[in-house]
């Protein structure tokens, strides 16, 4: 079955640490991918995205991603992180299996804590 | 100003109660979607509507109706609250393709009681 999968639900790092935010999918043909960030009390916002080429992708905020075909992963990360960084992280994808129905799918999420 | 907004940002209603949340954008995206979000399960997908004409249920429909009364505007009803509906709804806009970016709202929460 089709699906996207972000095995941790909850991280805590040490303010300054290195962090690194696990997804997983699984899908026919290698989807089209997100990463987007839901400060407490906000909506989402999209941090990068992926759909071809350079397999490291750079976004907002110092975050970059690595698109992985062989382990079917697109990984968040972040040298050194930054106590505003605290809130919940959702990779999604669009299936690209052609058309036009372009629809997000959300992973579960993965709630970071960073401490001081 | 905000790009998408959500009213109300939170209410309380009591079982079989209508309710109506609704959502404008001023980005000027034809595409506009309504998410549910609950602790766990991420967000998932009630209903979208490519433009005004175009209306679609999501992976969770039931119990949910929408209205698209204008290109900016995009309303969520629940006919017959249950309080297995609550839960932070959001609404979100996009310019389509394949690459769009979802821009969200706030969210609205909703208990039901």
């Known amino acids: 079955a089709q699906s996207v999968t972000q095995p941790d639900i909850h991280i805590t790092v040490s303010e300054g640490a290195s962090l690194e935010l696990r997804c997983n999918y699984s899908?026919?043909?290698?989807?089209?991918l997100f990463w987007y960030v839901q400060s407490p009390g906000q909506g989402l916002q999209l941090l990068l995205k992926?759909?071809?080429?350079?397999?490291l992708v750079q976004g907002i905020k110092g975050f970059e991603a690595e698109f992985k075909r062989s382990q079917s992963s697109f990984n968040l990360r972040k040298p050194s992180v930054h106590w505003s960084d605290a809130a919940e992280y959702f990779c999604?994808?669009?299936?690209?299996?052609?058309?036009?129905?372009?629809?997000?799918?959300f992973g579960k999420g993965t709630l970071l804590t960073v401490n001081p | 100003d905000a790009d998408v907004t959500q009213t109300p940002r939170n209410r309380i209603t009591k079982t079989g109660k209508r309710i109506m949340l609704e959502c404008s954008q001023t980005k000027g995206h034809d595409r506009m979607y309504w998410y549910r979000q609950d602790p766990g399960l991420g967000l998932r997908l009630i209903y979208y509507s490519f433009d005004v004409k175009d209306i679609n249920k999501g992976e969770i429909s039931d119990g949910y109706s929408v209205s698209r009364q204008a290109q900016a505007k995009f309303s969520l009803s629940l006919e017959s609250a249950i309080p297995n509906q609550t839960a932070l709804y959001f609404c979100a806009t996009s310019t389509g393709g394949v690459m769009e970016t979802q821009y969200f709202g706030p969210g609205t929460r909703l208990l039901v009681l």
């Open positions: 899908y026919g043909a290698t989807p089209y």
């Open positions: 999604a994808v669009v299936p690209n299996s052609g058309g036009s129905n372009y629809k997000l799918t």
């Open positions: 992926y759909f071809s080429g350079d397999t």
